[in-house]
C-alpha cells in the first residue's frame, strides 16, 4: 500500500490554477516534515515547496508568491496551491516526507532529505 498518494493534477491554460493534494497513511503525519518537487524528463528532480512539522515553509524563488503550500493533520492531508501557472510549471509533482529531528528547513528542498515519496501527480500547462 502506497504511504504517499498525489492527486489534482491536470491540464491547465497559463494563468490558470490547481491544487494537488497529497494523502498520506501508515505515518503518524503530524511528525513528519513534508514537501513537495516537481521533475520534468531529463532534468533532476526539483524541490518546489517545504512545511515542517512546526509550520515553516520554505518555496523555490520560481513559485514564490504564486504558489502555497499547507497541511492538514487533522485530514493527514499535504495540499498545494498553484496560481498564474506558467508553461514552465509543466512537470510530474510528487510529494515527500521525512521523519527527523533536528531538520533545517534551509536544506528542505534537497531530495537528499527525504525518505519517503509518492508515485506523482502529471501537472501540464499549456495553451
Known amino acids: 500500500q502506497e504511504k504517499l498518494v498525489e492527486s489534482g493534477g491536470g491540464s491547465v491554460q497559463p494563468g490558470g490554477s490547481l491544487t494537488l493534494s497529497c494523502t498520506v497513511s501508515?505515518?503518524?503525519?503530524?511528525?513528519?516534515?513534508m514537501a513537495w518537487f516537481r521533475q520534468v524528463p531529463g532534468k533532476e528532480r526539483e524541490g518546489v515547496a517545504a512545511?515542517?512539522?512546526?509550520?515553516?515553509?520554505i518555496y523555490a524563488d520560481s513559485v514564490k508568491g504564486r504558489f502555497t503550500i499547507s497541511r492538514d493533520n487533522s485530514k493527514n492531508t499535504l495540499y498545494l496551491e498553484m496560481n498564474s501557472l506558467k508553461p514552465e510549471d509543466t512537470a510530474m509533482y510528487y510529494c515527500?516526507?521525512?521523519?527527523?529531528?533536528?531538520?533545517?528547513?534551509?536544506?528542505?528542498?534537497?531530495?537528499?532529505?527525504?525518505?519517503?515519496w509518492g508515485q506523482g501527480t502529471q501537472v501540464t500547462v499549456s495553451s
Open positions: 512545511v515542517t512539522t512546526e509550520g515553516a515553509i
Open positions: 501508515d505515518l503518524t503525519f503530524s511528525r513528519y516534515h
Open positions: 515527500a516526507a521525512v521523519w527527523v529531528t533536528p531538520f533545517q528547513i534551509a536544506n528542505a528542498l534537497n531530495q537528499n532529505e527525504y525518505s519517503y
